[in-house]
């Protein structure tokens, strides 16, 4: 309700920041460790080939990730502005718009991905091997993509409004589920990979009526119109000029999993492939706190820069950034410590630990970094500065390491995939650092307030 929106410029930021960053980091940690656990749940139930096939479907989910980032991301920054600014109405038009624009994306996105299927898995690097257990698996999860996308914007809308505790609901009945019902489906049902998919679709699917049954219950500060789902191209210009940033950051991802996997086959076989795709779900474990710190700063940047509050938006940030180095530091700690352990719990087989083991400290070497590169790149989106944003959500992904992993195997076969991580951490750090130093009236207002004072001496 209103009082959300209200408190992002008056509360006090730590306790502000707290308070939204936490359910926020905590629905992100279930959401990680539901993606734990289902990788679990396929390796013992159908073994690596399993656990391959999901890293072959995983681009796919991403690029639905990555249409829904961006409308919900972009009509997010956009709403938390005009809430700043007390433009409710504005701001219930927008959200309008992104309802129209989830429901045509993800109708589009159904009939390509199905009719298309097959050559997308070949495309993305399926071997013979692989591809049955891809095609049972994504086949049944581009069903539930009109869920999976209303879900994901909607959660930045609600988050956009201050009311980060049913954000946080969202997304623990979404991965609750998940972990209750995959197993059930896999094991009791006996249906295998196919059971890990349909168990995702429901859980979906229960989470897209709770977030309608919000709204339509008045819980929102926003309200719906029929009227408003007429697109408005100026709308939709502003949603996706801002939302062009997540939705790069996400496609990268794709196209770097695709680069990846490619490289991986040629280079290490199936096995390769099943070993990132399990050093992935750890990376997204150790990130998502970090994610949510990240989602929990947005409405405060948007709203106090909305409402000319320079300084809280300065306070934020480098709360922000400070906690989020923090976070990192202690599963960087722990990777580095305990590979094996951590990767055994995973699988049983000896050979994707042991070259596991190598790879993941390999690619976690510069991961400190990434708290500082997160951050900046969403306090860009809040803002509404599409250009810094952009670049720096693109630099990571397709700037450096996209380039590094298609290049480096050609003189350091598989380990060149492992060393490109770490480069590129390290490359788009000096970029970051530079996008701060170039926009310092946002990272320091502060100081510039003090520099523009006159001399009364």
């Known amino acids: 309700m209103r009082q959300h929106s209200e408190l992002l410029g008056k509360e006090p930021i730590p306790n502000l920041l707290a308070r939204l960053s936490v359910p926020a980091t905590f629905g992100m940690f279930v959401m990680a460790l539901y993606n734990v656990v289902d990788t679990i749940f396929v390796a013992r139930a159908v073994g690596i080939v399993g656990v391959s096939a999901i890293s072959i479907a995983f681009p796919v989910q991403m690029i639905i990730m990555a249409l829904a980032g961006a409308i919900g991301i972009g009509g997010a920054s956009v709403i938390s502005r005009l809430l700043g600014e007390k433009k409710a109405d504005e701001a219930n038009h927008v959200f309008g718009n992104i309802i129209s624009l989830i429901l045509i994306v993800s109708i589009a996105g159904i009939v390509l991905g199905l009719s298309l299927l097959t050559p997308i898995l070949y495309l993305f690097g399926a071997s013979e091997t692989m591809l049955p257990y891809a095609q049972d698996y994504l086949g049944i999860i581009l ?63 229960v989470t897209a009526v709770y977030l309608v049954w919000y709204f339509a219950m008045g819980k929102s500060t926003l309200s719906f119109k029929p009227s408003y789902l007429i697109p408005n191209l100026s709308v939709i210009n502003k949603i996706l000029s ?8 996400q496609a990268a991802g794709s196209v770097m999993f695709v680069a990846a996997n490619h490289m991986l086959v040629s280079y290490g076989g199936d096995l390769a492939v099943a070993v990132f795709g399990i050093i992935h779900r750890i990376l997204m474990f150790a990130l998502m706190p970090i994610i949510g710190i990240m989602q929990g700063l947005l409405p405060i940047v948007g709203y106090n820069y909305g409402a000319n509050l320079h300084n809280r938006v300065s306070e934020s940030i ?52 990434i708290g500082v590169q997160v951050v900046t790149g969403g306090v860009f989106q809040a803002l509404g500065k599409a250009r810094a944003a952009f670049i720096l959500t693109m630099s990571r992904q397709v700037l450096f390491l996209i380039p590094l992993i298609l290049v480096l195997p050609l003189w350091f076969s598989l380990e060149g995939i492992w060393v490109a991580f770490p480069i590129a951490d390290l490359l788009s750090f000096g970029l970051t650092l530079w996008f701060i130093k170039e926009h310092q009236s946002v990272f320091f207002p502060a100081d510039n307030l003090r520099v523009a004072e006159p001399n009364t001496n």
């Open 143 to 205: 069903y539930g993509t009109i869920f999976f996308a209303f879900g994901f914007a909607m959660n930045n809308i609600v988050r956009s409004e201050g009311n980060a505790k049913t954000a946080m609901i969202t997304m623990l009945i979404s991965a609750g589920l998940n972990i209750i019902l995959t197993p059930i489906f896999i094991f009791s049902f006996g249906l295998g990979i196919k059971g890990s998919a349909i168990a995702t679709v429901v859980s979906q699917g």
């Open 242 to 249: 801002i939302g062009s940033s997540a939705f790069v950051q």
């Open 318 to 369: 480098w709360l922000a950034i400070k906690t989020s180095t923090m976070v990192i530091l202690v599963g960087f700690v722990a990777i580095m410590l305990f590979p094996r352990a951590i990767l055994s719990i995973f699988t049983p087989d000896l050979a994707a630990i042991e070259m596991g083991e190598t790879a993941l400290r390999v690619m976690f070497a510069l991961s400190i970094t």
